[in-house]
């Protein structure tokens, strides 16, 4: 299988722990991506790796949030001190270097389903 | 704020009617993506739209960006069961540094049979 992998599929945590997600990307994409989605609602954009280098961190991404991409393949995001407001399917996505103007598209992973109890 | 509102929220259908799924914003964007996502899964691909009143087919559904590249819609024809999903607008600005997406507020279709 040659898609966007993403582990745990699943997880449940103690409000308060850490946790940490991982993702592999298709291993031509050098563009990374992390999203949050809550029930019933449209994916949210968290942030952006090009290559290893973090380019973007959207203001939903609060101080206990980080996420690296050391190697410029695969991406972890931690989130420390979880709080039950952290609930949420979070999404991996990559996709190749647009050419010119031209957008490219984004594949998803099947994502990680967080439960803060 | 979501920047694209789609509509209608929530559509439950026989199988065999046709439907329209509707994606609009006051902004443009230089490509827009349709997705499906089914429940616990990552959102699919379905197409992308670049050019302003593009029309693009994939068997039943059909694709259109709207003009001004605004708005697009989508359309089924003869739905089906194995339609049922989160149909999800998805749309990326011109020059963006990041190649971010930009989601829609996504349609959750029931398909009865």
């Known amino acids: 299988d040659t898609g966007v992998s993403q582990n745990p599929r699943h997880k449940i945590t103690k409000r308060g722990q850490n946790v940490t997600f991982r993702c592999d990307p298709i291993?031509?994409?050098?563009?990374l991506y992390w999203y949050r989605q809550t029930l019933g609602q449209g994916p949210e954009f968290l942030t952006y790796?090009?290559?290893?280098?973090?380019?973007?961190k959207s203001r939903l991404l609060s101080d206990r949030f980080s996420a690296e991409r050391p190697k410029g393949s695969f991406s972890t995001l931690e989130i420390q001190r979880t709080e039950q407001g952290d609930s949420a399917m979070y999404l991996c996505?990559?996709?190749?270097?647009?050419?010119?103007?031209?957008?490219?598209?984004?594949?998803f992973g099947q994502g990680t389903r967080l439960t803060v109890v | 704020t979501q920047l694209l509102e789609q509509s209608p929220q929530f559509l439950s259908i026989q199988e065999g009617e046709n439907l329209t799924v509707y994606c609009n914003s006051s902004?443009?964007?230089?490509?827009l993506q349709w997705y499906r996502q089914e429940p616990g899964e990552g959102p699919v691909l379905l197409v992308t739209?670049?050019?302003?009143?593009e029309v693009k087919k994939l068997k039943r559904l059909t694709f259109q960006f709207g003009d001004a590249r605004k708005d697009s819609s989508l359309h089924i024809t003869a739905a089906q069961p194995g339609d049922t999903g989160l149909y999800l607008c998805?749309?990326?600005?011109?020059?963006?540094?990041?190649?971010?997406?930009?989601f829609g507020t996504g349609t959750l279709l029931a398909v009865q049979p």
């Open positions: 790796f090009q290559n290893e280098a973090q380019l973007e």
């Open positions: 998805a749309g990326a600005r011109y020059g963006g540094a990041t190649n971010k997406l930009i």
């Open positions: 902004s443009v964007f230089s490509s």
């Open positions: 996505a990559s996709s190749p270097t647009p050419r010119g103007l031209m957008n490219t598209e984004a594949f």
């Open positions: 739209v670049v050019t302003g009143g």
């Open positions: 291993s031509e994409h050098n563009r």
